[in-house]
């Protein structure tokens, strides 16, 4: 049966106090909604994705861009209203249609296709997935009739107190056969306490003149809707914890792994160690036998085997195997780091490139650079790459040594096999084999310091 996906993602969520659309607000650096999309794709039963947006609506369509049908709710009137908005995307009503909020990033999509099994072996109009809270507050009640089948929602906002007191309650998720869908919302009202159209109300009116069950799923955790940033804070313990398990059981060592923060597409191989307080996200590979942390981010980024990465910052770079990084080194912009190099203390490398066995050891910068193997980076020493217009690039060979504070003017080469002196600032080309000594001849002045402190004080006497 064809099955379409409705995500409503049109609300502005102002309870989570951002200048972002709830739904793009990002969970482990990956948008809320991204969760979503991703679970109806890995779903054999959805053919097709229509996402409803409003606020700030270029924000998804830039993320969403080609995976995604766009609706647009112009003047936010409500949950139902949201739906009708997303019609003109129906090119025919057949089949079946999945209603989702966007921020229940959390959903599975196992329990997506539980959901639709249910619905299509039922044979019936709506199948509303529910399920026990111990504090329902904030979501609507589920109503039964005295048989226990699913009669209505009521919205805690319209319910009482013996209805409030129910602990089953409405997810959001609904699968619904098409036609219906369409019929029950054309005969909404908005004659309620928030005076909006409510998509719960659709389920009296299936009920009255079809058929509506109710289908309890079997955890409520993966059924959590963030409204706030302290829910947000829920779902990503919940995440965290069920990513951290996964690894953990695949041969992957944590040290306090509820200080460990593993994002969706990341990929880990067995024998990595994982200190406290190491947060690895984006589409990162850290490969076996790795070292990682403490105090240290990896993102967008690939670490090879046997690298050890303690209290650093590695962005959209790659590591290559047998590399020691930090401590309190930064890898960012296309950093490429070669096997069996030394990235120490306080070294920041952007955009540049090493081969085997090189080593900046120390407080150095390397910005745009190409470098070879066995070169040896000195304490203090910097690629001067910014000219105030244009980044521009330097280029060192094999077995070249740099000294302690040179500065490397960019655009600058330094062929195979030559030295620089310390203190040097080198702004031509070093040809193969040859020291550079670019820096002034040192002049002492004697009886300086006595002739200075004499004129010194004889001001302040004639003060």
Known sequence: MKCRAVILAAGKGTRMRTELPKCAYPLLRKPMIRYLVDA??????????IVVVGHKKEIFETMLEGEVTFAHQAEQLGTGHAVLCARPAFQDLEGCTLILPGDMPLLSASLIEDLVRVHQSSHTDLTVMTTDMEDPTGYGRILRNHAGLLKRIVEEKDADASLRAIKEINSGLYCVRTEALFQALSSLSNQNAQGEYYLTDIVEHIANKGSAIAYKAPRSDCLLGVNDLYSLSLAEAFLRMRINKQYMLQGVSMINPETITIGEEVEIEEGVVLHPNTYITGHSIIRKDAIVGPNTEVHNSTLGERVHARHSLIYDSI????????????????????????????????????LHNTKASHLAYIGDATMGENVNFGCGAITVNYDGVHKNRTTIGNNVFIGCNTNLIAPVQLEDDSYTAAGSTVTKLVPKGTLAIARANQVNKENYVEDYFKKRNGKKTEK
């Open 319 to 354: 590591v290559e195997a047998d590399t020691v990084v930090g401590p309190f080194a930064h890898l960012r912009d296309r950093a490429h780091i070669g096997t069996h190099n030394r990235i120490g203390n306080f070294v920041e490398v952007k955009n540049s490139t090493t």
């Open 40 to 49: 109806l794709k890995q779903s054999e039963s959805v053919q097709e994705i």
